[in-house]
Nanobody
Framework: QVQLVESGGGLVQAGGSLRLSCAASGRTFRRYAMGWFRQAPGKEREFVATISWSGGSTYYADSVKGRFTISRDNAKNTVYLQMNSLKPEDTAVYYC??????????????WGQGTQVTVSS
């Protein structure tokens, strides 16, 4: 099991950038693929990006490809999401989660509490 705490959300203007962090506790962090998901008001939670345990493989939703970058530092037990060229439609609560592999999205769990990202137009 791994416990996750997200941070780095906030209010930003369209076109701006934010960097989210997700700190993990537990010795098993490096065994997991990690992912970022988001949930906008009135919508279901959706996939944003995932990264393999080694960081060698990444997987992005089409809506964020080319704008967002997921990375991880296993020495710091932390996964990041660099978000550039933000759009109002990126407004959501962002969650990180752990899973068995980058493409097994339904298997992701151990959700953090989330961090709010609001993009103003």
């Amino acid at each position: 099991q791994v416990q996750l705490v997200e941070s780095g959300g906030g209010l930003v203007q369209a076109g701006g950038s934010l960097r989210l962090s997700c700190a993990a506790s537990g010795r098993t962090f490096r065994r997991y693929a990690m992912g970022w998901f988001r949930q906008a008001p009135g919508k279901e939670r959706e996939f944003v990006a995932t990264i393999s345990w080694s960081g060698g493989s990444t997987y992005y939703a089409d809506s964020v490809k080319g704008r967002f970058t997921i990375s991880r530092d296993n020495a710091k037990n932390t996964v990041y999401l660099q978000m550039n060229s933000l759009k109002p439609e990126d407004t959501a609560v962002y969650y990180c989660a752990a899973g068995p592999a980058v493409s097994e999205l339904r298997a992701f769990g151990s959700w953090g509490q989330g961090t709010q990202v609001t993009v103003s137009s």
